[in-house]
Nanobody, 120 residues
Framework: QVKLVESGGGLVQAGGSLRLSCAASDIIGDLNTMAWYRQAPGKQRELVAN???????NYVDSVKGRFAISRDFAKNTVYLQMNNLKPEDTAVYYC??????????????WGQGTQVTVSS
């Protein structure tokens, strides 16, 4: 069973920075897309950023220029560097990964979530 273990959340003041990490283990197949989603209280889960295959990245408009997603292929780890954090970034952040098995099936996995709280 694939495991996604997140770390790096916490409490920070507005304007501060945090770096989230998500390490994938027990992978059988190819780890393709990795991403970070977030869900604020009373809101739907939204895609924050993803990194596809060799490195194409996408960001939701609200974090462009402030967040950066990156990936360490050797460690099967994805990072989210969050700078100039704003109170509206407060949410539970979830790691997401798509794995394609050697038989060609694609499965999606989620991490347990890590809380990010930005105080004003």
């Amino acid at each position: 069973q694939v495991k996604l273990v997140e770390s790096g959340g916490g409490l920070v003041q507005a304007g501060g920075s945090l770096r989230l990490s998500c390490a994938a283990s027990d992978i059988i197949g190819d780890l393709n897309t990795m991403a970070w989603y977030r869900q604020a209280p009373g809101k739907q889960r939204e895609l924050v950023a993803n990194i596809i295959g060799g490195g194409t990245t996408n960001y939701v408009d609200s974090v462009k220029g402030r967040f950066a997603i990156s990936r360490d292929f050797a460690k099967n780890t994805v990072y989210l560097q969050m700078n100039n954090l704003k109170p509206e970034d407060t949410a539970v952040y979830y790691c997401y990964a798509e794995i394609k098995t050697y038989r060609g099936y694609t499965y999606a996995y989620w991490g347990q979530g890590t809380q990010v709280t930005v105080s004003s």
